[in-house]
C-alpha cells in the first residue's frame, strides 16, 4: 500500500498533481506560471475527464477572464491575496451568481439562478482564487453515492463502475483526477470525507460554526458544514484559513482560531491517540479493519500512545442522526414550493395541486423519503419518543466525547466500514446510510474531523479518520500533517 | 355564512357570565424586519420592494436577530407588567402557504421572551385587572391580493419578516367594555413605551378576541369561540357584545356553542372554519438562531433606557389629585401627557399648576382635535405655559384673551407675551388711563348710569361691555365693572 495514488489504467482521467497551493499561487504572483495558464490546463483536464461526470457545469468565460485580469494585477505588480490565480470548484449546493445556474442536482432548482453568492465563495473569490465551475452531488446532498443527483452519477476515478461516495462525490472525483488543485465541500453526516476516503483526498470537515452556512443551500441546519476537498492536509488549512471566522449574515458562526496554516507537524511523539471501539467492530469490513489497524501501528511506531477508547452512544448515532437531520430537512425543504422560484407545475388548478405536483415532480425520492422521515418524527404523538429523544441522546454523545478528549488528543478509527462500492449496489436506503455509520458522530457533536487518504484495499483507496476536540481545528490539521508523513 | 340575530333584546344576560381573552399582535418599532436589513416601515411602498434574499427565504438564506427587536420586546414586557425571560429561544412553526415564504414561520413556542404579568385597567371612575400569559416575539407573513374577477392570486412580501410581539391574555374581561379598555390599555403601554408605532389603520396592532359565556355561578367556561383580527377598540367593543349575545341567544335556544373561529364584517362575527382537527405545526426549535441569554446586565441596560412608562405618568398625575377623566384625557394624546408632567415638576405654585392643567385637559384637548392639527407643528412649552400664566393672574390677560394666546402657543414657540402683544391683547392696567374711559362712558350713557343707580345690575353689563369697545378690549373686565360699581353707587 501506498500513500501517493499510483496511475493506473481505470484512472484516464488522471493527470500530473498540482502543487501545494502556497506554491502554486507563489508561482503566480512572481509570474512563474500565469492564470490564464492554469485555468486552461483545469479546462482541458475537465474536458478530458467528462465521462466520469464530476462536474456540471463550467464558468470557462468567467474564469478566463478572471484569469487574465489577475495577470495583469501581477504584471503591474499587485500581488495580493493568499490564493491568487488559484481555480477552484464547489459543489453545486453553493450559490453562485456568475453564468451556472445553483441546482443542488435537484429538478427543483434546475433553472434556479442565484442573485447573490455564498459568504465561502465571496472570501475565496476574496483571497483571488478563480471560481471555476460547480460539481454533481446527491440531490440537495442526500446520498453518500452521488448516485441521486437528478442529472446522473459521478463515476469513482479509481474505478469508474464504482461510486465516488457522496453527497460531495464531485468535489472528490475533481480533486482526486487533479482537475483543480482543490474543491468545497458540505458535510452534514460525512458527506465531505466519505467520498474523499473514496476517491484517496483529504477532506475536512471543521468545527461547526467555524465556515460561515450563509449561502450554501441548507440540508441539516444543526450539522451542516462546510469545507475543502484537497491534496494534503496543508491544502485543506490553507484554504481552511480563507474561510474560517464569524459572518454577520450566520448567528452560529464562532470566532477563528488565529491561523490555520500548518507550520510545524505536531509532534507525534507522546500524542495521546484513542481509537473509537465502536468503529472498529463487525459492521467496518476485515479489510478495512486490518488496514487501519496497521496504519494505527504505525503511529504507535512513530510515539504515540495510542489506547481503545469507547463513545458508548456512538452506536446509535446513525439511529440519532436519521432522526434530526430529516426532521431539519423536512423543514428546510419547505420553501421549495413552486410559486416563487423553482420547479412549478403549469397544469395544477388549485393551490393544494400546485403544492403536491410541484413539490412531487421537482424533487427525487431521497429527498421526499427524508421529507416524510422528518415530518413524522416532528409530528405530535411522535415528537417525543422521536425527535426529543434524539436530541437528548445527542447530549449525551457529546457528553462522551467531551469525557474522552480530556484524556485523549486526537481519535482515529476507518473513516467509512468499506472502500468505494459499486455503482447500483446499495438500492436500500438503509444500506446506504450505513456508509455514513462513521463519520456521523462528528456532525451531530460538532467537532472537527478530516479523513487522510490512507492507502488502498484491494487497489481502492481508503480514508483514516481522526477527530478532535471542538474549536481545536488547528491542532487537528497540525496532527494531521504528522500522521499524513507516516502513514 | 350564517345570520344571526342581535339577540340581547329578550335574552337574560345577567344570567350569564362572559369570559374574554385577547391575542394581541403588535409590529415592534423598528428600523429594520426581525431577521433582515429591509426597511421594516412599508405603508407606502410598492409591493415586493421592501425585500431581500433572506426574507423571501431565498435558498442558503439565513436569519440573523434583530437586537432592537429583542430590546423592544424587553421594554413592552416590562410596560406589562411582566416577566422577562433569562433564556429565550425560536421554533419553527411549519405550514404551507404562498405568503410564508421558507414554508415556515420563526416564532416562540415553548420559551417565549415574555412570561407571566398583570396589567390594571382604568375604566371610568374604578379598575380591573387583566392576567398576561405571555408575549412572545414571531415574524410576520407576507399578504395575498385577489384582484377582482380575476382566477389568481398576487403575493406581496413586503410585510414578510416583520417583527410581531404577540401578547396573550387570560380570559379576564367579562363585558364588551372591559374588552375595550384592555385593548385601549396594550395600546397605550405600547405607544408609551415605545415599542411600536401602534399604528390601528395599517394594522400594526391586531386583536384576536376568545368569547365564552357560561351560567352565572358556575366555575366552568364555556365553548369559546375565536374572532380574528380586530383593529380597533370599537371593533374589540363591538363584536364582543355581538359574539356574546350570539351565544346567549344559542344556549337560550337549547342549542350549543361550537368551537370555531369567526370574522367580524363590522356588524356581526360570522363563521370563518370550524375547529378541524388541531392543525400540527411540527414546532421545533429554530437550528439558524442559537439561544438567547438575557443576562441580568442586558436587562438592566434596557431598563436603564425605558421612556417614562403610562402606569408612571398615570401614577404621578393621579398624586395630584387630578381626576381619573382628565387624567385618561391627558393620557389619550402621550406628547400633552408627557408636558402635563413637566407642568407638575416645574411649576411650583399650586394656583398657577391647576390653571395650567385645567388649560391642557379641556382647552387644548379641543385644540388638538382641530381636523387640520399635525402633531410635527405642536410646540407647547412648560416655559410658554408658565409666562401664560403668571400674565393671567397678573390680569394682564382675561381669560378669553389667554385662550386665543394658548391656540397660538400650541403650534408655536413665540412667548405669550409677544402672541398678546400683536394681537393687542394686553389689558390696559394703568388706572387713570381706565378711569378716564369709564367716566367717559358714564357721560355718553346717561340712561344706563342711571339704572345702574337705581339698582338695575343687569345695567352694568352694558356699561362694561361699553368701556371694553372703547378700550378695546385691553382691559380687565371685572376692574371695569368694580371701578363702575363704586363710581356710580357713591
Redesign the interface.
Known sequence: MSAIPRTRPSRQGQQQQWPKLAELAGQIKNGERSAVEVVEACIERAEAAEDYHGILKLEITAARERAEQIDQLVADGETEGVLLGVPFLAKDNFLTNGQAETTAASHMLETFTAPYQATAIEKLEAAGAIMLGKTNLDEFAHGSSTENSAFGSTKNPYDPQRVPGGSSGGSAAAVALNIVPFALGTDTGGSIRLPASFCGTVGYKPTYGLVSRFGVIAMASSTDVIGPLTRSSHDAGFVLDVLAGRDGRDSTTIAREETYHIGEPAELSGLRVGVIKEHMGEHVGRGMRSATWEKIKALERAGARVEEVELPHDSVALAIYYIIAPAEISSNLARYDGIKYGYYTSSADSLEETYLQSRGEGFGDEPIRRMLTGTFVLSSGYQEAYYKKAQKVRTLLRGDYETVFGTYDVLAGPMSPTTAFKLGEKGDPVAMYQSDDLAISANLAGIPSISLPAGEIDGLPFGLQLQAPAGRDKRLLDIAAAVEGVI | MRRDRRSNSQAPESDYTADIGIECHIQLKTASKLFCSCSNDSRQEDPNTTVC?VC??????????NKRAVELAMQAGIALNARVAEHTKFD?K?Y?Y?DL????QITQYDQPIIGAGEVAVPLENDSFSVRIVRAHMEEDAGKLVHPESADYSL?DLNRAGTPLLEIVSQPDMHSPAQAKAYARELYYRMLYVGASDVDLYHGNMRFDLNVSVRPSGSDRFGTRTEIKNMNSFRNVERAADYEIGRQIQLLENGQLVTQETRGWDEQKTYLMREKEE?E?Y???PE????PLELDRSKREQVEQELPPLLTHVRHTLRATGLEQTKIEALINQPRLAMLGLSVLEEITDPASRDRIVNWLTSEVVRLLRAEDFDWDDFALSVGQLGELSDMTADDELNSSAAKQVLGEMVTSPRSPRQIAEEKQLIQTSDAGEIESIVDQVIQNNPQAAQDVRDGKSKAIGFLTGEVMKASQGQTNPQIVKDLLEHKLNQ
Request: proline residues 24%; aromatic residues 14%.
Open positions: 434574499p423571501l427565504g431565498l435558498p442558503g438564506t439565513l436569519p440573523v436577530l419553527r411549519n404551507f404562498p415564504p421558507k414554508g415556515y403575493v388541531a400540527d411540527r414546532y421545533f437550528p439558524d438562531i442559537p
